[in-house]
């Protein structure tokens, strides 16, 4: 028993360390590499009116931009200015919150629209996937309020930059001088930027990639154990006391397993009329409710953690889930009583 969970908990923390490092590998290369040879300025007119807006760093604000395309790569951006002291802890709980709304546009033509719409009907496909885009849109104006109030007094420049040294060597302060560029001088080429790129992400996988590992496995032992099937049993209750048909306690159940299968299960009872647009809606959303804790400590919790260290990853994790269950608990209220 021990030995045959150890085993699956051993190639899942493999399968998915192998999976997602090399996207945080690019991510810091490219975000390095981006800042060594003055790349990053060339963006300032989508990142600098966002910037101001929410009160944070350029830094931060490019990592929401990259969010739309890649959530990893876009977190990744977020470790060279925390590590050079740029950018304070706060920021970045802020920035990732931010960031939801950008990040569930990333998923919108390879997911809601090829796939939720057309398994759940164009008009309930349509209304589940703008509910899930409402509930993100507020997390991240959430996000952007936190930002302001916790960015006011100012401390952190938006625009300082981050030094032209390593990524990893977090005692080189946010103002230094570049060393390629001591004299204001051009910068430097582009051989020169990418030896320095890779070395700097070198360095900083070395801290990443062990301790997503190890987040990982533990993660996996516990899923192993059952130890978030407590989750799933309440269900049937909630169901029962809200007065809602029975199919909606299958499809929860269902998504609580797996995400697709919710959908495609929510799709045919719904086109057999056996439960109400109305029904499948409140279901999912229950889903995602029941599911919360268990999606954020096996795919979030890790990335987090590797990233920005156990105590910020796992604060960073708890804000974030706490605000989309929040989110989401206000809408299945507001579902109930339409």
Same mark, same amino acid.
């Given at each position: 028993?021990?030995?045959?969970?150890?085993?699956?908990?051993?190639?899942?923390?493999?399968?998915?360390?192998?999976?997602?490092?090399?996207?945080?590998?690019?991510?810091?290369?490219?975000?390095?590499?981006?800042?060594?040879?003055?790349?990053?300025?060339?963006?300032?007119?989508?990142?600098?009116?966002l910037?101001?807006i929410?009160?944070?760093?350029?830094?931060?604000?490019?990592?929401?931009?990259?969010?739309?395309?890649?959530?990893?790569?876009?977190?990744?951006?977020?470790v060279?200015?925390?590590?050079?002291?740029?950018?304070?802890?706060?920021?970045?709980?802020?920035?990732?919150?931010?960031?939801?709304?950008?990040?569930?546009?990333?998923?919108?033509?390879?997911?809601?629209?090829?796939?939720?719409?057309?398994?759940?009907?164009?008009?309930?496909?349509?209304?589940?996937?703008?509910? *899930?885009?409402?509930?993100?849109?507020?997390?991240?104006?959430?996000?952007?309020?936190?930002?302001?109030?916790?960015?006011?007094? %100012?401390?952190?420049?938006?625009?300082?930059?981050?030094? %032209?040294?390593?990524?990893?060597?977090?005692?080189?302060p946010?103002?230094?001088?570049?060393?390629?560029?001591?004299?204001?001088?051009?910068?430097?080429?582009?051989?020169?930027?990418?030896?320095?790129?890779?070395?700097?992400?070198?360095?900083?996988?070395?801290?990443?990639?062990?301790?997503?590992f190890?987040?990982?496995?533990?993660?996996?032992?516990?899923?192993?154990?059952?130890?978030?099937?407590?989750?799933?049993? *309440?269900?049937?209750?909630?169901?029962r006391?809200?007065?809602?048909?029975?199919?909606?306690?299958?499809?929860?159940?269902?998504?609580?397993?797996?995400s697709?299968a919710?959908?495609?299960?929510?799709?045919?009872?719904?086109?057999?009329?056996?439960?109400?647009?109305?029904?499948?809606?409140?279901?999912?959303?229950?889903?995602?409710?029941v599911?919360?804790?268990?999606?954020?400590?096996?795919?979030?919790?890790?990335?987090?953690?590797?990233?920005?260290?156990?105590?910020?990853?796992?604060?960073?994790v708890?804000?974030?889930?706490?605000?989309?269950?929040?989110?989401?608990?206000?809408?299945?209220?507001?579902l109930? *009583?339409?």
């Amino acid at each position: 028993m021990a030995i045959d969970i150890t085993y699956t908990a051993l190639v899942y923390a493999a399968h998915y360390t192998a999976k997602i490092v090399p996207i945080v590998a690019i991510g810091i290369f490219v975000t390095s590499f981006a800042v060594n040879t003055g790349l990053m300025k060339k963006f300032d007119w989508l990142t600098s009116p966002l910037a101001s807006i929410a009160k944070i760093h350029t830094i931060s604000a490019m990592s929401v931009v990259t969010c739309t395309f890649s959530t990893t790569a876009g977190y990744s951006i977020l470790v060279d200015g925390l590590k050079e002291k740029i950018i304070p802890e706060r920021e970045v709980i802020a920035t990732t919150m931010i960031s939801s709304f950008p990040s569930i546009l990333s998923h919108l033509f390879t997911f809601f629209i090829p796939v939720v719409i057309p398994l759940l009907g164009f008009t309930t496909g349509s209304i589940y996937v703008c509910i *899930v885009g409402l509930v993100s849109f507020l997390k991240s104006c959430i996000g952007v309020i936190l930002a302001r109030l916790w960015m006011k007094d %100012g401390r952190f420049s938006q625009n300082a930059q981050i030094s %032209g040294s390593d990524p990893a060597d977090s005692a080189t302060p946010a103002n230094s001088t570049n060393p390629h560029n001591p004299h204001g001088s051009r910068a430097p080429d582009g051989r020169s930027a990418s030896k320095k790129s890779a070395e700097g992400t070198y360095k900083l996988l070395r801290r990443i990639v062990p301790t997503m590992f190890i987040t990982l496995f533990l993660v996996s032992v516990a899923f192993e154990l059952n130890f978030f099937e407590s989750f799933s049993a *309440v269900i049937d209750p909630i169901t029962r006391i809200l007065g809602l048909e029975s199919e909606v306690a299958l499809i929860t159940a269902t998504a609580v397993v797996n995400s697709y299968a919710g959908i495609i299960l929510a799709g045919s009872l719904l086109s057999e009329g056996a439960i109400t647009a109305k029904g499948v809606l409140i279901a999912l959303l229950l889903g995602n409710v029941v599911t919360l804790s268990a999606r954020s400590a096996k795919h979030s919790l890790p990335l987090h953690v590797s990233l920005f260290g156990p105590r910020l990853g796992s604060k960073t994790v708890a804000i974030n889930a706490a605000a989309t269950f929040a989110i989401d608990a206000l809408f299945i209220a507001v579902l109930l *009583v339409v």
